[in-house]
């Protein structure tokens, strides 16, 4: 199976005013297509800055890291919007929904990127709800779900795009167990039945159990 | 939905603030519009001054009276002349109130001859032409007194004492684009130099004249004045304008304050609603984050803000307008008409200076959003990520 992420020789450093702080360093990974890969490791460990570097939400410092076909290192920023526009999902710990936009529209904003019609727009729309269970509450305000409903909105924005990687971010970390279980199993379906890569980050061993692989970090390496 | 409905939504969102950054802006907006509306009314007596009317007066002071037969010499030896009529200033107070003021004139029979915007019935005309103690008085002071035609007034003379009894025989009107006041008080100048001393009779005011061709009116104005060179009361004539920019300039200085007061008044406006938009982009920018993280660009998230900023700012100029007219049509402007017809013959909100209020409280709107708009677009993803809670 061929490769979605390749990341080389990747090292990421930030500054606070003169002071450097390496958080990744030299890191090189290989993600197959298809796979549903969890993230573990202490805070700091570089986890989320990793997880940015893939999304390209972030920039390598040195290295190179080609995801999904493109060599994110060389693009600029307007190029990594379209980039995570159109290949990549997010879904993050606190949902991160509209308040002011019903759960239909929250799913529809990803699209406004897009050229598609208002009505294919609500059209697929629909079906992203339709697949995380949530149909019936299309056109409910964030502040009438629950948690766990919320996060399943989330999921449908993040899917409505059709993204080749799916990034979550803690996706569980809001949520009780039940809700929890709930949404990982959401996420083993995309990656089973929609073949979605899906990349994830947690600090919940029961979480990274669900997926096929668990990589540790620590301190800016990979174990 | 579209990005501009987002944003409209978006700018809604903390409902109490929204109304009461709308509410600011609208007062802004009511102010705005009724400090431009006196202005324009104060300037209406010269802008919308008659082309081809003619005051003449004593050339040392418009207090001095001219003898009467110059109305004749008026009318019969300076070519061009169409009419020719004449007023003196009464000055009569109502005893009821005497704190009301109004122009309380004596006039000639054909006076509204020279005055065609005037709206009044001929047959209010015929009446005053056969009552020796008839009146025409403008519909403003005639709602402010609560007149109507029939009625019996006496007014209290200050300049002619004594007690001058009037039957209102008509009520005037003019259009709001015409600069006549409405609140003055016309009766017959007969009937006054019947009732004064003898060293007062047979003295007039001024004289007002309309001429064939408004493009003639330098010739026959300095005619009139050569007439009466040699005369002992010398005339100094000027168009309807010139006397009216006379009499109104000493307030352009108020006039030119009171402009700037409306414009720092808009500006207020628009910190107030800069610090609002601020605010709002402060405490959404985990929201810019997440959007950024979707894909939006950073002139994405600009349009956000900036069209959020504009949604407020169109609220409070509706809300403002919605205000001002009832405001001004229904109160201040019936006021200073009743009140003060003199300096404010007709106040009316032009459509001149409520489409420059709404433009100027959209254009402004978008200006007090372009630093918080700036900033939100140069956000960086991961860190405004990171403030999410």
């Known amino acids: ?131 995380v269970g949530l149909e019936e509450r299309m056109d409910h305000y964030p502040r009438q779900l629950s948690g766990g409903q919320e996060q399943r909105v989330a999921i449908a924005r993040a899917i409505v795009n059709d993204p080749t990687i799916l990034v979550c971010d803690e996706p569980t970390g809001d949520l009780d167990r039940k809700a929890a279980d709930e949404i990982l199993a959401l996420l083993e379906k995309l990656n089973k039945e929609f073949k979605k890569t899906i990349l994830m980050v947690t600090h919940d061993p029961a979480a990274a159990e669900r997926a096929g692989i668990i990589r540790k970090l620590n301190k800016g390496q990979l174990q | 939905m ?84 004449y007023l003196s200033w009464a000055g009569a107070k109502w005893p009821k109130d005497p704190n009301v003021f109004f122009a309380n004139m004596a006039a000639d029979e054909n006076v509204f001859d020279l005055y065609p915007e005037m709206e009044i019935s001929p047959d209010a005309i015929e009446r005053w032409h056969h009552d020796k103690q008839g009146a025409i008085v403008g519909a403003a002071l005639a709602h402010k007194l609560g007149w109507k035609v029939g009625d019996k007034v006496v007014l209290a003379g200050s300049i002619y004492p004594g007690d001058w009894q009037y039957t209102i025989d008509g009520i005037y009107g003019a259009p709001p684009q015409t600069a006549l006041d409405q609140s003055s008080f016309f009766f017959h100048w007969s009937y006054l130099n019947d009732g004064v001393k003898a060293g007062m009779k047979d003295k007039i005011g ?5 001429v064939d061709d408004p493009s003639k ?26 006397m009216n920019q006379g009499f109104l300039g000493g307030a352009s200085a108020i006039l030119a304050a009171l402009g700037i007061v409306s414009i720092i008044i808009m500006v207020i406006m628009m910190l107030i609603l800069g610090n609002t938009i601020a605010m709002a ?68 909100v032009s459509p001149v200076t409520a489409a420059t209020a709404f433009a100027a409280t959209l254009v402004l709107g978008g200006l007090a959003s372009l630093l918080p708009a700036i900033q939100a677009g140069r956000l960086q993803v991961t860190d405004a990520l990171r403030r999410i809670a």
């Open chain 2, 2 to 85: 579209t990005l501009l409905e987002v944003a409209a939504k978006n700018a809604l969102r903390n409902k109490f603030r929204t109304t009461m950054t709308i509410l600011g802006g609208a007062v802004a907006v009511l102010a705005f519009v009724l400090i431009r509306t006196i202005i324009v009314a104060w300037n209406k007596g010269v802008d919308y001054a008659a082309k081809d009317r003619l005051a003449t007066r004593d050339k040392v002071s418009m207090v001095i009276s001219l003898p009467k037969h110059y109305i004749d010499d008026v009318r019969t030896k300076i070519p061009g002349v169409k009419a020719a009529s």
């Open chain 1, 1 to 131: 199976m061929s490769s979605i992420v390749e990341l080389q020789g990747v090292s990421k450093t930030f500054y606070r005013g003169k002071e450097s702080v390496p958080v990744l360093e030299n890191l090189s990974l290989e993600v197959p297509e298809g796979a549903y890969e969890a993230f573990m490791g202490p805070s700091g460990s570089g986890k989320s800055t990793l997880l940015n570097l893939i999304a390209g939400l972030d920039k390598p410092t040195s290295g190179s890291a080609k995801v999904a076909g493109s060599e994110l290192s060389q693009m600029s920023d307007g190029q990594l919007a379209r980039f995570r526009s159109q290949k990549i999902g997010f879904v993050f710990q606190s949902y991160n929904l509209l308040p002011v936009l019903t759960a239909l529209e929250n799913v529809e904003l990803p699209l406004l990127l897009t050229s598609l019609s208002g009505s294919d727009r609500k059209k697929r729309s629909q079906t992203a709800l339709r697949i």
């Open chain 2, 217 to 242: 009116s330098a010739a026959v104005t300095a005619a009139i004045d050569k007439l009466f060179d040699d005369q002992d009361t010398q005339t100094t004539t000027m168009s309807e304008h010139a």
């Open chain 2, 281 to 348: 982009v402060r405490e959404r920018t985990s929201e810019y984050g997440v959007l950024r993280a979707l894909g939006f660009q950073p002139g994405h998230v600009r349009l956000f803000v900036i069209g959020e900023a504009l949604t407020v700012s169109l609220l409070a100029g509706l809300v403002g307008l919605g205000l001002s007219y009832p405001f001004i049509e229904f109160g201040m402007g019936r006021w200073l008409e009743e009140n003060m017809g003199n300096f404010f013959p007709a106040v009316h």
């Open chain 2, 206 to 210: 001024w004289i007002v004249t309309r």
